[in-house]
Structures are given as structure tokens and as C-alpha cells.
């Protein structure tokens, strides 16, 4: 597994890639070259079902003919001279773009921090497999359970390499392993699905399948005989699986193309109280061993760890060269690269933990819903509209009593930030981390 990625032929390709960008007459260039390997194992009621094996390799170019550029992608032997020349011809009649460009030279790193995102265990088809099925065999072992959606299991590497016409050179290597499962419980139209993962860096890091399989298969059971209720205004209670929404969508908003394109309904909060005071949530693009870092940004820009809100205060837009160019603003390195143009994204997001927990919340509410699971996306970034329908539990006397389903929760996401109270209890478990979560006031359609 160890030779799956050559880092030091991504960074020759993309350096031919530059050059031939350059000859071809561009003013200008930059180019990221991807190789990725994945392996995935899906099995149900204990049967393998399929295995996947995936190899890529593909290159971005993206070339500077004055205020204009143009981008072009390709697959591992594709001509560089053509491509580049390609390139060249399509920036030239591209419509002017005078916010576009590299970063600054004098801004771009040449320290390259290990965060240890790559794993050099050896892991064969069969391990995969047995990961897979011990997982699935773990849910459908809980009393209760009574079908699988099937259980998968995979395991990945890429290498990423950077290079600039002005001087950047850079490359890493992430891997990450996983295993999931989806079951049932009951019989006829009583019955209820849950699910539950476990997604890490390290294979020695990942929660075991008979924790993941527990979990999926307590959650499912304890789904059973849901309640309908009335149509009211009630306090909501997010578990920390689906708290991490609140951020998504606090990303979202604050993100430099958003408020530069004014389609944000924060576009106007920069420095303003959105959160109740003693809030704070921060970005850190170099905790080790998480999916969100990296050495660098998709510009060559080394990121560092910055805080969005402070005291319930909005701190920050999150920024890549362009965006920052077009609100008079520096670069806070957030640049997010695949082949194409880079955007500006969040790296590792921590809500931090709140005093009390999610007893104590639950206690103080009296009554509310305690939210388990939500479906699709409800939340309109630009008004701050906020509807999701949704599925959990019943709260009486501060105390979870039944389960409850077919029910839409709506309210709007300035108000609901305003309100927010964050638990105590954190699980550094995906690059988005956020405790358990309540807030009062929002609507709750029922029957």
C-alpha cells in the first residue's frame, strides 16, 4: 500500500503541466494533479454483495492571459502541450475577471507541518470484508432487530500536489477507513430504520464495527411505535449526529463567495452579535488526523487556526484570494481545490462544549423534541429560511418518553442561532464537531 501513491510524480506532472501552460503563453499559471485509490465492500444479511476497486489519476490546469483565465481537466496521458494550448485559447476569449488570479508570492508557504493524515497500514480485500460483516452482524444481534439495509465497509488513499508559475511546490497524502450500517426493526408497517459509522484517518483510530453495529442496531429498535403530535411551538433538541447542520449552514453563510455575490442573509453581520454571548466556534485546518486538514490550501497558502465567532460575535468571512480581492479583504487561506477553480470552504469546525449536559438541557427545557435524524436540506441560505422534516423523540418532565416521526421542524436560522445553547459533550468524530444542541421557539408541524 505504501508505493499506491508516487508524490514526487503528481509534482512533475503538474510542474509540466505549468510549463507547457507558460510556452503556450500564458501569463500565468497553476496546476493540481490527484491520484486516489478506494476500495469498497458492501454486504447484506451476510452476504458479500459487491467489490469496488478504484484507481484515478487526473490534473487541473488553470491558466492567466491578463484579467482573463480558463480551466481544463484531464486524465492521466492526455497530452500536456494540447492541453495547455487548450487552455491558453480558452482564457484568451474568457470574459475578464480582475479579481481572479494566483496568491500573493510573498504570502505562500514552504513549511509543510505533519498532521499525520496518512495511514501505512496494510489493509487487504479480505480485512474489509470481515470489517464489513462483523459490523452488520453486531446490528442484527440486537434484540429487536428484525432486517438489514446492509452494512459497507472501504478504506482510501489520494495524493494532492500543487504547483505554481510563481514559485509553489507542495504535495501530501491523506488516507482514511470506515465502515457503516443501516437496519430494521420491527415487522409490517411497523417497522423502523437507523443507522450508525465510524470514519477515521487511521485504521487503529476507527470505533470497531461491534460498537458502530450496536449502536445502529439500538438506535432502530428504540425507533418502534412512533406518536404523532399537534402542530406547535416547542424547544428543539439536536443530538450531536445532526448539530453538525447548524454549522453547515453557518459555514455556508459566511463563506467569501456568498457575501460577495450578497446571498448571504449574513452579508451584513460581520462584527455583530449572531450567537448568544459566551458562544464560540473556531476553524483549524491542522488538527491531526482529521479529514478537514491540510498543509496547505488550494493556493499554497498555509492555514492557520482562526475563530468564526468569539462571544456570540461573527469574526470572520472565510476567504480564498479572490473573493478576498473583490471585498478589499487578505486571504485567510480557506481555498478549497479539486481540478477546478478554488473556492473558499471551512477546514476542522469546533462548536465548542457549553457548561451543562444534555440532561441538564433536557431538564431545564421540561418539554420538547429531541432530534435523531432530519430529511434532505431545508435551509435557505439567502433569507435564512430553515425547514427539515424530522424524526427523534418525545420530551416530557425533562426527560426523553417516546419516539415521534412525521413531523417538519421550521424557524429561522437568525433567530435560531440567537437562541442556541450547546451541551457539554463532544465527539471528535468527522471534521465538523458540534455537541448536543438545544433552542426554543422553533415550529413544529405535526397533525
Known amino acids: 500500500m505504501t508505493e499506491l501513491v508516487d508524490r514526487s510524480a503528481l509534482e512533475a506532472q503538474a510542474t509540466r503541466l505549468v510549463d507547457a501552460a507558460r510556452k503556450a503563453g500564458a501569463d500565468a499559471a497553476d496546476a493540481v494533479a490527484i491520484r486516489a485509490v478506494n476500495q469498497v465492500v458492501s454486504v447484506r444479511l451476510g452476504k458479500t454483495e459487491k467489490v469496488?476497486?478504484?484507481?484515478?489519476?487526473?490534473?487541473?490546469?488553470?491558466?492567466?492571459?491578463?484579467?482573463?483565465?480558463?480551466?481544463?481537466?484531464?486524465?492521466?496521458?492526455?497530452?500536456?502541450?494540447?492541453?495547455a494550448e487548450r487552455a491558453v485559447a480558452m482564457a484568451r476569449v474568457a470574459p475578464p475577471d480582475r479579481y481572479a488570479g494566483l496568491a500573493d508570492a510573498d504570502r505562500l508557504t514552504r513549511s509543510f507541518p505533519d498532521l499525520e493524515l496518512l495511514d501505512e497500514a496494510v489493509t487487504d480485500t479480505e480485512a474489509v470484508v470481515a470489517r464489513a460483516v462483523a459490523t452488520e452482524d453486531a446490528a442484527r444481534a440486537v434484540p429487536g432487530v428484525t432486517n438489514s439495509g446492509g452494512a459497507s465497509a472501504y478504506w482510501s488513499r489520494a495524493g494532492v500536489a500543487l504547483v505554481t508559475s510563481h514559485g509553489f511546490l507542495g504535495s501530501y497524502e491523506t488516507s482514511r477507513h470506515g465502515h457503516s450500517v443501516s437496519v430494521i426493526a420491527g415487522e409490517g408497517t411497523g417497522?423502523?430504520?437507523?443507522?450508525?459509522?465510524?470514519?477515521?484517518?487511521?485504521?487503529?483510530?476507527?470505533?470497531?464495527?461491534?460498537?458502530?453495529?450496536?449502536?445502529?442496531?439500538?438506535?432502530?429498535?428504540?425507533?418502534?411505535?412512533?406518536?404523532?403530535?399537534?402542530?406547535?411551538?416547542?424547544?428543539?433538541?439536536?443530538?450531536?449526529?445532526?448539530?453538525?447542520?447548524?454549522?453547515?449552514?453557518?459555514?455556508?453563510?459566511?463563506?467569501?463567495?456568498?457575501?460577495?455575490?450578497?446571498?448571504?442573509?449574513?452579508?451584513?453581520?460581520?462584527?455583530?452579535?449572531?450567537?448568544?454571548?459566551?458562544?464560540?466556534?473556531?476553524?483549524?485546518?491542522?488538527?491531526?488526523?482529521?479529514?478537514?486538514?491540510?498543509?496547505?490550501?488550494?493556493?499554497?497558502?498555509?492555514?492557520?487556526?482562526?475563530?468564526?465567532?468569539?462571544?456570540?460575535?461573527?469574526?470572520?468571512?472565510?476567504?480564498?484570494?479572490?473573493?478576498?480581492?473583490?471585498?478589499?479583504?487578505?486571504?485567510?487561506?480557506?481555498?478549497?481545490?479539486?481540478?477546478?477553480?478554488?473556492?473558499?470552504?471551512?477546514?476542522?469546525?469546533?462548536?465548542?462544549?457549553?457548561?451543562?449536559?444534555?440532561?441538564?438541557?433536557?431538564?431545564?427545557?421540561?418539554?420538547?423534541?429531541?432530534?435523531?435524524?432530519?430529511?434532505?436540506?431545508?435551509?435557505?441560505?439567502?433569507?435564512g429560511d430553515y425547514s427539515r422534516g424530522a424524526s427523534g423523540f418525545w420530551i416530557e418532565n425533562g426527560e426523553i418518553a417516546y419516539p415521534v416521526a412525521e413531523i417538519t421542524v421550521a424557524g429561522k436560522l437568525q433567530d435560531m442561532f440567537a437562541r442556541l445553547v450547546p451541551a457539554n459533550d463532544i465527539e471528535f468524530r468527522s471534521a465538523f464537531v458540534a455537541p448536543t444542541i438545544a433552542i426554543e421557539g422553533l415550529t413544529i408541524a405535526g397533525r
Open 191 to 383: 417497522m423502523e430504520r437507523d443507522w450508525e459509522y465510524a470514519s477515521r484517518s487511521h485504521l487503529a483510530d476507527l470505533e470497531t464495527p461491534e460498537w458502530v453495529g450496536q449502536r445502529a442496531g439500538e438506535r432502530a429498535v428504540k425507533r418502534l411505535n412512533p406518536r404523532k403530535i399537534d402542530t406547535q411551538t416547542a424547544a428543539i433538541v439536536y443530538d450531536p449526529r445532526v448539530s453538525t447542520g447548524i454549522l453547515g449552514a453557518l459555514v455556508g453563510a459566511i463563506s467569501g463567495s456568498a457575501i460577495a455575490r450578497k446571498t448571504s442573509f449574513l452579508k451584513d453581520k460581520l462584527g455583530e452579535r449572531i450567537f448568544a454571548p459566551g458562544i464560540r466556534i473556531t476553524d483549524d485546518p491542522k488538527r491531526k488526523r482529521s479529514s478537514g486538514s491540510h498543509p496547505f490550501d488550494g493556493e499554497g497558502l498555509a492555514p492557520e487556526t482562526m475563530d468564526l465567532v468569539v462571544d456570540g460575535v461573527l469574526q470572520t468571512w472565510l476567504l480564498d484570494s479572490a473573493t478576498a480581492r473583490e471585498l478589499g479583504l487578505t486571504s485567510n487561506a480557506r481555498a478549497s481545490r479539486g481540478l477546478g477553480n478554488p473556492s473558499p470552504s471551512a477546514t476542522n469546525v469546533l462548536f465548542h462544549p457549553g457548561e451543562k449536559s444534555p440532561a441538564e438541557l433536557m431538564k431545564d427545557l421540561g418539554e420538547g423534541l429531541y432530534v435523531t435524524d432530519f430529511i434532505g436540506h431545508g435551509a435557505n441560505l439567502v433569507t
Open 52 to 83: 469496488e476497486h478504484s484507481e484515478s489519476e487526473d490534473f487541473g490546469l488553470r491558466v492567466f492571459v491578463g484579467d482573463r483565465h480558463a480551466t481544463v481537466s484531464a486524465t492521466l496521458g492526455a497530452d500536456v502541450t494540447e492541453l
